[in-house]
């Protein structure tokens, strides 16, 4: 069993709180990727729609640990929104978190958790949970939800070797690479690890997974 630890990747994990309130000029600020010392990964050039930045994490010395990118339409809670069609917003969401061992802290102070495909499975699985809420919840209920919801995607990212997970292969800069992947009501989640040392997540709802390919992103200021 693969093991992660929610610090590398809650620093700035797809926060469902923030990622709810739809505050898009927060997210679009292209410098925090440009600060990042590993590749970005976005779909390849098959995918030919809208594509858009999401946010980074760092680390408390500030150093970026893993961003998202965006594909499609952007996804929305908006009360308002409830109740419509899901499929009405198809979008896919690339997760892309730097490979890194047990390490100390920039600023010397403690120690950060060593990355692994695992962490990237969680970042993706809280990320699709981020754009999901059951309409028969109100906003008082949401938070529990999300709390009980965000666990269960830490527990099954802890776990991909179970049953809830299956084997997808996908292109990345054109070579096969396996990764994990399941299924929800509230769409798809898949993991894997690239030949550049980078690990994949990836999330989405209303297009197919199988469908899809990776790549380095060449200008990730194409995406603002």
């Given at each position: 069993m693969e093991t992660t630890s929610r610090v590398g990747a809650q620093s700035a994990a797809p926060s469902a709180r923030?990622?709810?309130?739809?505050?898009?000029?927060?997210?679009r600020t292209v410098d925090g990727y440009l600060r990042a010392p590993f590749p970005w990964y976005g779909l390849d050039e098959a995918f030919t729609g809208p594509r858009?930045?999401?946010q980074v994490g760092v680390s408390a010395d500030g150093t970026v640990q893993h961003g998202s990118t965006g594909h499609g339409d952007e996804?929305?809670?908006r009360p308002e929104a409830i109740g419509a069609p899901a499929d009405r917003e198809r979008f896919a969401v690339v997760v892309t978190v730097a490979a890194?061992?047990?390490?100390?802290?920039?600023?010397?102070?403690?120690?950060?958790?060593?990355?692994?495909?695992?962490?990237?499975?969680?970042?993706?699985?809280?990320?699709?949970?981020?754009?999901?809420?059951?309409?028969?919840?109100?906003?008082t209920l949401r938070d529990d939800w999300l709390d009980q919801q965000t666990e269960t995607a830490f527990e099954l990212a802890d776990d991909l070797t179970g049953s809830t997970w299956t084997s997808l292969s996908l292109p990345v800069d054109g070579v096969p690479v396996p990764f994990h992947y399941r299924e929800s009501e509230f769409g798809w989640v898949l993991a894997g690890t690239t030949r550049t040392g980078v690990h994949l997540g990836a999330y989405g709802r209303g297009m197919s997974a199988y469908g899809l390919g990776f790549a380095v992103i060449r200008d990730i200021t194409a995406y603002a």
């Open positions: 923030s990622a709810s309130d739809g505050v898009p000029q927060a997210r858009w930045l999401m996804p929305s809670i890194n061992p047990v390490r100390r802290s920039g600023d010397g102070t403690g120690v950060l958790d060593a990355t692994s495909v695992s962490s990237a499975a969680w970042l993706a699985g809280s990320g699709l949970l981020a754009y999901t809420w059951p309409p028969q919840l109100d906003h």
